[in-house]
């Protein structure tokens, strides 16, 4: 089992910044990617970023240039820097990983930007 717990999530501005946490415990090896996920009231859920073990990323066209994930290996952490935040970015965010053949999600933390 692979535990996922976010951290970071609340109100900002428009045009602000938030960095989120994704903290990792348990059969954390084998792991092979992680990635954040959003879910907007009355939207599927979407992929914003994702990373691979060997570092890849991958971002959604609607925050390139803007959100920047990154993982720090030591603290078994991954984290989303989102920077000039905009009211489309309002969601409840999900960290991810994929183990083996297994999807293991965290709890969500809400991030709401106001106009």
């Known amino acids: 089992q692979v535990q996922l717990v976010e951290s970071g999530g609340g109100l900002v501005q428009a045009g602000g910044s938030l960095r989120l946490s994704c903290a990792t415990s348990g059969s954390i090896f084998r792991i092979t990617a992680m990635g954040w996920y959003r879910q907007a009231p009355g939207k599927q859920r979407e992929l914003v970023a994702s990373i691979t073990t060997g570092g890849t990323t991958n971002y959604a066209d609607s925050v390139k240039g803007r959100f920047t994930i990154s993982r720090d290996n030591a603290k078994n952490t991954v984290y989303l820097q989102m920077n000039s935040l905009k009211s489309e970015d309002t969601a409840v965010y999900y960290c991810?990983?994929?183990?083996?053949?297994?999807?293991?999600w965290g709890q969500g933390t809400q991030v709401t930007v106001s106009s």
């Open positions: 991810n990983a994929v183990r083996v053949t297994h999807t293991y």
